[in-house]
């Protein structure tokens, strides 16, 4: 067995953002000591899982998400990973990830996640500008992002990676192309940038019902997407996925676990894993977490990941077709595409077969390209991917 990736959950927020579908949660501080505890003591079960199933114990990549892992102590932030480096084998060129907002970039707590082995922080930025931030329910303004960023790269970090949304209502190609150059000027090893997206059950969705607040334009979206493909390629950066850039040698190992449909385990209330061949994903609610990791959940030789395994609450059907479009479409947001250095040959020929006649319509209308040994977006597909993805779920 290869090496596996490990995403921790942390669904705790200050502030639960008017955009955000994430299970993430404000006002619940009073449960951040027993869900610690409970993480660590799933991260323990998987551990004596793995022993009992004669399965390699290494992990190539760890991702903080959340939620804001950097919102809790950085002591927690500590135990969990002492129970990492004592239960699994992290391989050398392991890549560990801990996503932050600029405001808790204080130089206490980056030294302790230097200390705790954290090598890479992904930082929420989202906007250059005060009043974009505003907009989007931000907690931090743009200064903190800068002093946040550069405290950081001067305590040592070498891998620092900007999060950006586009679209924003009011924001126009001016307003985008100022966050881009802000940016560049602090040259991160990594950006992702996302169009913004009016999510069911968000603040945002209700304010578009109501009449509050206009759905973001995507033809103004399309036009700032096109214009940071030019300007990152300027840049040196190299467009690798969808929505990800990075400088040569950068690209986000964790991310590109999920893109190549490799394995990882996933910790925590509303984790998703993908594992022996199986999806399955952890009950959302951290108080329903903590209860069920405190019933001492059954691990011996038969143990098998089904609903009685720590706090899984369901299983996906995984069928050999969902797996096939699974993979096709994630290896489909990769710029690369599905190609014969990721994917081998037997399985492009298969896809090329499988789906034959929408691959035709959509190159047809000029979305996808193929070659021999490659099926992939085009431009203008990366611009419109939901609508590619659509054909083949």
Same mark, same amino acid.
């Given at each position: 067995m290869?090496?596996?990736?490990?995403?921790?959950?942390?669904?705790?927020?200050r502030t639960k953002c008017p955009y955000c579908d994430f299970n993430t949660y404000e006002n619940i501080e009073h449960l951040i000591d027993d869900y610690v505890r409970s993480l660590i003591y799933e991260l323990i079960c998987w551990s004596k899982y793995i022993d009992f199933n004669s399965k390699n114990k290494s992990i190539k990549s760890v991702f903080f998400g959340g939620g804001t892992p950097s919102y809790i102590s950085a002591n927690y932030i500590s135990q969990i990973m002492d129970t990492v480096e004592k239960n699994f084998n992290l391989i050398d060129t392991v890549e560990?990830?801990?996503?932050?907002?600029?405001n808790d970039l204080s130089q206490e707590k980056i030294l302790s996640w230097k200390n705790s082995k954290i090598n890479r922080i992904s930082i929420g930025a989202q906007s250059f500008s005060d009043k974009f931030l505003r907009v989007l329910g931000r907690d931090h303004d743009f200064t903190e992002i800068s002093q946040g960023f550069s405290l950081a790269r001067s305590l040592g970090f070498n891998n620092l990676s900007l999060d950006l949304i586009y679209g924003i209502p009011g924001q126009n190609i001016n307003d985008w192309k100022s966050t881009i150059n802000q940016a560049l000027k602090l040259q991160p090893e990594h950006i992702s940038m996302y169009g913004l997206t009016i999510e069911k059950n968000t603040k945002f969705d209700w304010m578009v019902t109501e009449g509050l607040m206009p759905n973001p334009d995507s033809d103004i979206a399309a036009d700032m997407y096109e214009y940071v493909e030019k300007e990152m390629y300027r840049n040196g950066y190299t467009h690798y996925e969808i929505s990800n850039w990075s400088l040569p040698g950068k690209e986000s190992l964790?991310?590109?676990?999920?893109?190549?449909?490799?394995?990882?385990?996933?910790?925590?209330?509303?984790?998703?894993?993908?594992f022996s061949g199986i999806r399955f994903w952890n009950v959302n609610s951290p108080n329903e977490y903590i209860n069920l990791l405190e019933k001492d959940p059954l691990i011996d030789n038969n143990t098998e990941i089904c609903r009685g395994f720590c706090a899984v609450s369901e299983i996906e059907d995984y069928d050999d077709n969902t797996r096939i479009a699974d993979?096709?479409?994630?290896?489909?947001? @990769?710029? +690369?595409?599905? !190609?014969? $250095? *990721?994917?081998n040959q037997s399985f492009i020929d298969l896809i090329s077969k499988k789906y034959k006649k929408e691959i035709?319509?959509?190159?047809?209308?000029? @979305?996808? +390209?193929?070659? !021999?040994? $490659? *099926?992939?977006?085009?431009?203008?597909?990366?611009?419109l991917a939901n609508e590619v993805f659509y054909k083949f779920l």
């Open positions: 290869e090496p596996f990736s490990l995403y921790i959950h942390v669904p705790f927020c560990i990830s801990l996503e932050c907002n600029p964790h991310n590109l676990t999920y893109w190549y449909s490799q394995e990882y385990i996933g910790v925590g209330a509303g984790a998703h894993s993908f993979q096709f479409i994630l290896g489909l947001r @990769l710029v +690369e595409g599905v !190609n014969e $250095s *990721i994917f035709k319509e959509l190159i047809d209308i000029g @979305l996808l +390209e193929i070659t !021999n040994s $490659s *099926i992939k977006l085009t431009k203008r597909g990366r611009l």
